[in-house]
């Protein structure tokens, strides 16, 4: 038989489309041609298909063989198309028996000895094999990372001469286990992390601030001069976080298989934690290219994005930001294209007061520090939940410290019970509340609510920065156990607007 059909997956952001990839054999003068909207690392795979094919002792068959990439207007680019298009052609050569090869997917970069390289992508590709109920020949170095993804038959495969012995019945390679180990049995075990709060002297507010963010998953602003510990105080933020389920894991860790091949698998229930550069571009940022890649900010899906010196950003690059702050996913649009990537996450920022670094010292006036603030749009600021400024230590403090701070594991503690709560109460954390869900789980009192819209008035805040301040309110409340919100939550929900109280004093210095 000279035509062989073999399955193998195409990618397209964090959708696989199955690919069927037909092979055909003719007499004629030997030739290769590969037909299918394949990129230029699709048709390379000639070349080292025939190599491998070679070196693993088999024959290539020196006919007219023509590939076809079915469905011909799906692009197809990456080196794994080469296993398939190998066992294809030894299929349809009948070098490799056909028996029951409908029920196999296939992928894989292949070495010119034939050994399997490690792809991209890797568990898209095994989620969408999942739901075809097919077995998927993966290189034994993505076997462990892709059998993460439940109910999926992964077999995996150092060379390409196995396949004979399997298929022939000499030696069935079996299905890949998943090694069990501490990460997979306790969801909620505490990571480990280097950098843990009891290496921050004072800044009890700060700290305050940060348990609330962890707590509610809420967007957060430092501000302050240099040597404060703003970006000290973000790097422990993730040691406070509660762990990923498994769901939230292998979200995170889907992305990072189409962008890299490095993911590591013993950080699998550990928050990702992102830190661009302020040069960054939009597209970094929220993803692009021709063919759309996701950005910093879907890397961060389910994790923190932290921005540092938060006005050396550009204003453009920021703005990008705010949509999808609001609905968790980026949409890339290009002519042939059209990606949505999930963007779930939590943004925690620094920034100095002014343009010098301190709010007087008498090298900036009112007007260029406020145009230095003004980099940072209004509808930017305001979706940013939690805005505090976090004061130079006073005199002593160091040499007084004692080192009985609170450690990271004992606030984490208090995290998790919190966010628990929130889950069982609504089933998301408490920045995500939807309006309709503020309604019923952020009830005021008469006297609260007039109180609160009293304050809103006074400070010149929008609904939406009315919105956060009831998200955080909620969390004050879970916090200390409280089925409801009372008086002094929201007073305390209303100190963290540090850049409204900033703006509008240097807008009364200033004048009109």
């Excluded at 957060?220 to 001069?225: D, H, N, R, S, V």
């Excluded at 050396?312 to 990606?339: C, Q, W």
Aim: hydrophobic share 40%; charged share 20%.
């Amino acid at each position: 038989m000279s035509l062989a059909s073999i399955y193998s997956r195409a990618r397209i952001g964090l959708d696989a489309p199955q690919v069927c990839i037909e092979i055909h054999l003719s007499n004629g003068l030997p030739a290769f041609h590969m037909v299918g909207m394949a990129e230029t690392s699709v048709k390379e795979a000639k070349n080292r298909v025939r190599s491998a094919i070679i070196n693993c002792g088999f024959e290539f068959p020196q006919k007219k063989i023509v590939v076809n990439l079915a469905p011909a207007d799906l692009p197809k680019d990456g080196g794994h198309f080469d296993l398939p298009i190998a066992v294809g052609i030894l299929v349809a050569s009948q070098q490799l028996p056909k028996n029951q090869i409908d029920d196999y997917e296939f992928a894989g970069e292949l070495a010119l000895n034939g050994q399997l390289r490690k792809i991209v992508g890797d568990i898209p590709m095994a989620m969408a094999v999942r739901e075809a109920n097919r077995q998927l020949f993966l290189p034994k170095a993505n076997a462990a990372q892709a059998s993460r993804v439940d109910g999926v038959a992964i077999i995996a495969l150092q060379r390409l001469d196995q396949l004979f012995a399997h298929f022939s019945g000499q030696q069935r390679l079996p299905l890949h286990q998943q090694a069990e180990d501490a990460a997979a049995q306790q969801v909620l075990k505490p990571p480990c992390h280097s950098a843990d709060m009891q290496d921050v002297i004072g800044q009890p507010l700060a700290k305050r601030a940060l348990e609330l963010a962890a707590a509610g998953s809420h967007n957060l602003l430092f501000i302050g001069p240099p040597g404060t510990g703003k970006t000290m105080l973000a790097s422990r933020l993730p040691g406070i976080l509660p762990a990923m389920s498994d769901e939230e894991s292998l979200q995170a860790a889907a992305i990072q298989s189409i962008c890299s091949d490095d993911f590591d698998t013993s950080r699998w229930h550990i928050r990702p934690f992102r830190a661009p550069h302020h040069t960054a571009s939009s597209a970094a940022l929220v993803g692009g290219g021709s063919t759309p890649m996701p950005g910093e900010i879907s890397l961060a899906h389910n994790g923190i994005l932290f921005l540092d010196e938060l006005p050396e950003y550009d204003r453009k690059v920021l703005d990008v930001l705010r949509e999808p702050m609001e609905s968790g996913e980026v949409t890339i649009s290009r002519a042939l294209h059209k990606t949505t990537y999930p963007a779930q996450f939590q943004l925690v920022a620094a920034m100095n007061p002014s343009p010098t670094g301190f709010y007087s010292d008498r090298r900036s006036t009112p007007e260029q520090i406020l145009r230095y603030l003004n980099k940072l749009s209004g509808p930017f600021l305001d979706r940013i939940d939690i805005q505090l400024e976090v004061a130079r230590l006073p005199k002593g403090a160091w040499n007084q410290a004692n080192g009985n701070e609170e450690s990271s594991e004992i606030i984490r503690q208090r995290v998790v019970a919190c966010r628990q709560r929130q889950l069982t109460r609504q089933g998301k954390a408490n920045a995500h509340l939807t309006s309709p869900q503020l309604k019923r789980y952020c009830r005021l009192v008469d006297d609260d609510a007039e109180f609160l819209d009293l304050a809103m008035e006074k400070l010149g805040l929008s609904t939406r920065a009315h919105h956060k301040i009831l998200k955080i309110a909620r969390t004050i409340a879970d916090l200390k156990q409280q089925t409801e919100i009372h008086r002094a939550d929201l007073v305390e929900a209303l100190s963290y607007r540090a850049m409204d109280r900033l703006i509008r004093h240097l807008t009364e210095s200033v004048g009109p």
